[in-house]
């Protein structure tokens, strides 16, 4: 996908992020992030100094959210193809790279936004949600600090049903999983299922469509494939 491409999806999912939060409110719970309210979920997400936390809250919180987001959109529409910054990611720029993480950030906590309110989930792109698959897979949990591990080598097969090639083949071990997009030799357990589907469930925001084969490695996915920032 094209950095203009992510940067209008990023416009779109930061809009459908505040309207779902101003709906549910504040202090709703978030249950697809146990021990969250929405002020926590639009703290987390709105563009900010990672230890300067703003002290609002209600609709001032949300009208943050929103002037932050603006203006997250108006860096990347504005910035030269060969800005550089910092970036944790392989990416084939920095832009590249912020415009991808922010969009695929954003989506993923519009989907809990969304939660909070307790109806439906707004639809996700077919391409954009094999994109953010392939970003997790191949990309964080490449990372030294993935704890997605095994004490013996196992295989995990991840196919998404609705578009062509995309299937990833994730090996496991005592270091990090090593993934490659085909499907390489066997597996022990494939995880399956529309792409806009598997793309949250990945994210342990849904269930999984499909698990064949050891379901213990889809619940060891679920337990230790968290992100997190520390």
Request: with cysteine; aromatic share 6%; glycine share 8%.
């Amino acid at each position: 996908m094209k950095t203009a491409a992510y940067v209008e999806i990023l416009d779109r999912e930061g809009a459908l992020l505040a309207e779902a939060a101003e709906a549910a409110g504040s202090d709703a719970e978030v249950p697809t992030c146990p021990g969250w309210r929405v002020r926590d979920l639009l703290r987390h997400t709105g563009p900010r100094r990672a230890d300067d936390p703003p002290a609002l809250d209600g609709a001032r919180l949300v009208s943050w959210f929103r002037d932050g987001h603006a203006r997250l959109v108006d860096t990347l529409t504005g910035a030269a193809p060969g800005v550089r910054c910092w970036q944790f990611l392989p990416a084939p720029s920095p832009l590249a790279f912020w415009a991808r993480r922010q969009a695929h950030e954003t989506t993923v906590h519009r989907l809990d936004a969304e939660s909070a309110c307790g109806g439906g989930a707004t639809g996700i792109g077919v391409d954009f949600a094999v994109d953010g698959i392939d970003e997790l897979l191949c990309a964080f949990h490449a990372r030294p600090k993935s704890a997605v591990r095994t004490e013996e080598p196992r295989t995990l097969r991840v196919r998404a049903t609705d578009a062509a090639d995309a299937v990833w083949t994730v090996r496991l071990s005592a270091q990090p999983p090593v993934t490659v997009r085909e499907a390489a030799g066997t597996a022990d357990c494939e995880l399956s299922g529309p792409a806009a589907h598997l793309y949250p469930a990945l994210w342990n925001r849904r269930p999984f469509p499909e698990v064949t084969g050891d379901g213990s490695l889809a619940a060891l996915w679920r337990e230790r494939s968290g992100v997190t920032w520390s």
